[in-house]
């Protein structure tokens, strides 16, 4: 097994993914009550758009959790998360020890990133914002799917053949 490090590209892929997030939000929060919303100003639309937010943060839960105390974090948030999950914990590893591949992660090979597209898209309908939906669609989802790309890359050469049976099991 080869010596883990984060390349660049992922270092970048995570900064851009980050700063999706925060334009969404900030779009979000300015257009919540224009006259141009009004088509999700139903109050089923905003409900369903509030069962996808829940699901996305219970997809994003679920894979962080299962991640556990020892997963790799190169960003600000996911060391926050991994603090709130595991308070207790005080070793912070460099090198995953082992490809994940049951629980959420035999369903989906990125829950964390596919939770927060949904989390976003589901948030921008629960809130009645068109424009952030379209936001989250055009520029959060495209950018977790290049991240999860990045990642698949390095997990496989991390890994090698363990990482391409998983990516054969798991197709998403």
């Known amino acids: 097994m080869k010596t883990f490090a984060l390349d660049r590209k992922y270092i970048i892929a995570y900064w851009v993914t980050l700063a999706t997030y925060i334009v969404a939000f900030t779009i979000m929060i300015l257009t919540i009550g224009y006259s141009y919303n009004q088509s999700f100003e139903n109050p089923w639309i905003r409900r369903i758009g509030l069962l ?3 699901f996305g943060w219970l997809v994003w839960y679920l894979g962080r959790k299962k991640l556990g105390p020892d997963s790799v974090d190169i960003d600000p948030l996911g060391s ?10 005080k070793n912070i590893h460099i090198k995953p020890p082992k490809v994940i591949n049951n629980g ?10 596919w ?5 976003y898209i589901g948030l921008s309908i629960a809130l009645a914002s068109i424009p952030a939906l379209v936001f989250s ?8 799917i290049w991240r999860a ?14 990482y391409i049976d998983y990516k054969e099991k798991v197709k998403h």
Not at 115 to 119: D, E
Not at 137 to 144: D, G, K, Y
Request: avoid cysteine.
């Open 115 to 119: 939770g927060t597209v949904l989390f």
């Open 52 to 54: 996808i937010f829940l």
């Open 104 to 113: 959420i992660y035999s369903i989906t090979r990125h829950p964390q990133y």
């Open 149 to 162: 790309a990045v990642e698949e890359k390095m997990l496989m050469d991390l890994f090698g053949e363990k």
């Open 80 to 89: 926050i998360s991994r603090k709130m999950l595991y308070p207790s914990h």
């Open 137 to 144: 669609v055009l520029f959060v989802l495209p950018a977790h």
